[in-house]
């Protein structure tokens, strides 16, 4: 999952490039809704669940991956 816990705070890293996000969140339902609102998409890849950031995202629908 890519919503990891660092201490007390949770990041936002991305399962394909391992970019983090630049912020952390207090609670695991914020870091969600910030992912949801900044454009990360979560998909189904070989029966796991991974959430990507918006670049690697965008590159997907392109053709980049």
Do not use: H
Request: aromatic content about 12%; some cysteine; overall charge negative.
């Amino acid at each position: 999952m890519s919503i990891n816990r660092n201490g007390k705070v949770f990041l936002l890293i991305c399962d394909c490039c391992g970019e983090i996000d630049e912020d952390d969140y207090d609670d695991f339902d914020d870091a969600v809704k910030a992912k949801k609102e900044n454009g990360w998409t979560s998909r189904c890849v070989n029966g796991s669940w991974e959430d990507w950031c918006p670049d690697c995202t965008q590159e997907e629908i392109t053709g980049w991956y």
